[in-house]
């Protein structure tokens, strides 16, 4: 009996490793993250507490620009309630499809691996909630879905616990950016 119940513990857990970002190397369009921000991207997003209710809507406007191998992207949101926000990252490409990443309200520094159609982001945000700073964990989830679409989901949690998903559709500009 015990030696069942351990061979089921042991199943369960081999489930939970999830997908590798290399799963996606063969899916097209292959995402190049400096050319899909190259011309000003539109992103419409909600934010689901873990029970599924919407607790947010939002709209961000993205900027870009480069400095060397960097990538900045400067990011402002609008929600539902009326407050603003902006977010401007940092993103430099490491080696074989690894990224780094810094802004003002992440602590240290985002990882993100990129191969095919996909990225994943993983980092720490503070965020302000009813006053209160807390540091909660992203595992982001990118994919391209056409040369100007791209679509987001996003796992919040704090201590392990998922206290919600983050889903953004992001839109890229038709019309190129002047010197594109």
């Known amino acids: 009996m015990r030696i069942g119940l351990w061979l089921l513990c042991a199943l369960l857990l081999s489930g939970c490793g999830g997908v590798e970002v ?8 292959q995402l190049d ?11 419409w997003g909600i934010f689901q507490n873990r029970s599924g209710e919407v607790v947010k809507r939002f709209t961000v406007d993205i900027s870009s620009h480069r400095e060397g191998e960097r990538l900045i992207l400067d990011e402002r949101f609008l929600y539902s309630d009326g407050t603003r926000q902006q977010r401007v990252w940092t993103l430099v490409p490491t080696s074989g499809g690894q990224w780094r990443g810094r802004a003002g309200d992440v602590i240290g520094e985002a990882k993100g691996e990129l191969a095919g159609n996909a990225l994943r982001w993983r980092y720490q945000l503070r965020l302000d909630v009813d006053g209160t700073t807390w540091h909660v964990d992203f595992d982001d989830w ?13 796992s919040m949690s704090k201590l392990g616990v ?4 983050v889903t953004l559709f992001f839109r890229r500009n038709s019309v190129p950016a002047a010197g594109s």
């Open 22 to 29: 290399v799963h996606y190397a063969a899916e097209r369009p």
């Open 33 to 43: 993250l400096p050319g899909f921000f190259s011309r000003p991207v539109r992103a």
């Open 142 to 154: 990118m994919y391209l879905m056409d040369e100007d679409t791209l679509i987001n989901r996003s």
């Open 162 to 165: 998922e206290l919600g998903q």
